[in-house]
């Protein structure tokens, strides 16, 4: 009996201590910047804290306020939950229950004013000194400005990825030291490759061997300076075929300065390349087939050129001849006139050569020309040309001009066609001097020479001098309208511009500009 009492006394005096251990929990819980609530063993909400209470709307005299056990059981205060999250909830929390043990899961809690927002819930067992569980005490932390940073974050990924992968290119982006962070679904799809694949593209073959070295060295540089870069490289495709791409990368810089990120767009211009390449050729055959044309012109003239030569060696054979049929032979006058028939061969030899080359059709060369020597060629090939029209022609070179840099044979062929359109354009003076001038000036300021070509025809109007250069345009009525648009073809592709103007007080002046070549240090 007195066992029984102790026994009572002492169960007594414990469940004492555990209520008001539970009180001073409770009391201390709504004090703490926190929503905090309390569950029985069983799981029967007993408790929540002041801020809890006032974000659900719980009136002042609920008695979950004062830890009074209603006997509510988790399930029925569940509503309080979104309906999407009520399955989880349950699933954490029946764990919870099963093996004792804490949970953390993030759920969206109704307020009083009947809104959701994103809480993260920890709920831990509290027990007793000899492990019997006392109460579970649950704290929620409020993250629904996180979760909502978080959710605008991945919609600025989604948005970001749509973005880069609806660009009609090869995009990538890098970190400031170059290392690749991202593709957009263009470089999979081209490369066949992973992210990881891709981070190693210096040492791979996906940059053709021909072009590697003087990529690597250009994106060590530009990622040294943070300067912005363009370039042109050969790209290999997951088939193995490389293609042209144009390779942009900028520097994106953050409010410091500091560079945040590179962004580089590869676009394929494998098809541009083509192109061109295809135009180059048309654009090749026409200037020959235009310089065939213009020689076809020439054929009296050049057919006179030849004869020269050809007809004061038989003369000088003959003489020749003559001396040797002495007697005594005069072996001298023999050398002599051998001599002379060296010369005029060699002379002869030369107008072919140059005839030859100008027919010829050979690709373009990129050559250091002396172009006081090249027109001087020209205009030897055109002077028989020129006196059977009674064209005087004078020259007007400057001393030391630089070299230009260029094909020889096609910037003979501009010359040659200014120069025969010239010749052509006096043809109906009737009165007055037909005067051909020739001149070369160096021009500093624009780093290369200006050539002019005028002449005393009777020039041409407004309108024919807007279009001259325009193709099919012609001012001559067996013309084809082509040689003056090659020309300009030709000149620009060299670096410079041709152009035509009014001579005064007659006549017209063609000039074009080349660059000189650029001398090393």
């Known amino acids: 009996m007195h066992k029984t009492r102790s026994v009572d006394l002492d169960e007594g005096k414990k469940a004492e201590e555990q209520s008001r251990f539970l009180a001073q929990l409770q009391a201390s819980l709504n004090v703490i910047p926190a929503y905090a609530w309390c569950a029985a063993p069983s799981g029967g909400l007993t408790f929540v804290n002041k801020r809890t209470a006032e974000y659900l709307g719980l009136p002042h005299d609920h008695p979950l306020r004062f830890g009074i056990d209603v006997g509510a059981q988790w399930d029925a205060h569940i509503a309080l939950l979104h309906p999407d999250d009520h399955e989880k909830s349950r699933k954490s929390w029946s764990t ?61 990924e989604r948005s970001s990825r749509s973005a880069i992968d609806g ?47 003087h990529v690597v060295e250009l994106f060590k540089r530009v990622i040294a300076s943070g300067n912005p870069y363009h370039i042109d490289q050969r790209l290999r495709r997951f088939d193995g075929e490389y293609r042209w791409f144009e390779t ?25 390349i083509r192109a061109l390449a295809r135009l180059e050729q048309m654009q090749s055959d026409f200037a020959h087939m235009n310089r065939v044309a ?22 000088y054979a003959l003489a020749a001849r003559r001396f040797l049929s002495a007697d005594p032979p005069n072996f001298r006058e ?46 030897a090939l055109t002077r028989t040309e020129a006196a059977n029209n009674s064209v005087s022609v004078r020259t007007q070179f400057a001393e030391g001009l630089p070299r230009v840099q260029g094909d020889r044979v096609q910037l003979q062929q501009v010359m040659l066609n200014l120069i025969v359109n010239a010749i052509q354009a006096m043809r109906g003076i009737g009165e007055g001097a037909r005067e051909l001038q020739i001149s070369i000036d160096a021009v500093p300021s624009e780093g ?28 001559k009525p067996d013309g084809m309208g082509m040689g003056l648009s090659i020309c300009r073809s030709i000149v620009e592709a060299h670096g410079g511009r041709l152009w035509a103007e009014a001579n005064e007080p007659r006549g017209t002046i063609f000039q074009f500009t080349l660059p000189a070549v650029q001398v090393g240090p």
Not at 297 to 307: C, D, F, K, P
Not at 334 to 358: F, H, M, N, Q
Not at 457 to 474: A, D, V
């Open 96 to 156: 919870c229950l099963r093996t004792g043990e804490f949970a953390e899961e993030s759920f969206r809690v109704r307020n009083a004013q009947g809104g959701y927002r994103w809480f993260r819930s920890r709920v831990e067992p509290l027990r007793a000194s000899d492990g019997t569980l006392l109460q579970w005490v649950g704290v929620n932390v409020d993250i629904e400005e996180l979760t909502c940073a978080e959710q605008a974050l991945r919609e600025s």
């Open 167 to 213: 660009i009609a290119g090869l995009v990538a982006i890098m970190a400031p030291n170059g290392e690749l962070e991202t593709v957009n679904r263009q470089v999979f799809e081209y490369f066949g490759q992973s992210l990881e694949e891709l981070k190693n593209w210096g040492t791979s073959d996906a940059v053709h061997p021909e072009d590697l070295p």
């Open 248 to 272: 942009r990368g900028v520097p994106v810089r953050d409010d410091s300065g500091r560079i945040a990120r590179w962004y580089v767009l590869h676009t394929d211009i494998e098809d541009r």
């Open 294 to 315: 213009t020689m076809g012109q020439l054929t009296a003239s050049i057919t006179h050129e030849v004869n020269q030569p050809i007809t004061a060696a038989v003369t």
């Open 334 to 379: 023999v050398d002599d006139a051998l001599s002379l028939i060296v010369k005029e061969g060699t002379r002869a030899g030369e107008v072919v050569e140059r005839v030859r080359a100008l027919i010829k059709k050979m690709p373009a060369r990129k050559d250091a020309v002396a172009i006081d020597d090249a027109i001087l060629e020209v205009i």
């Open 448 to 475: 290369g020479v200006r050539v002019g070509v005028r002449d005393t025809g009777p020039g041409l109007s407004p309108e024919s001098l807007s279009r001259l250069f325009e193709p099919f345009y012609t001012t």
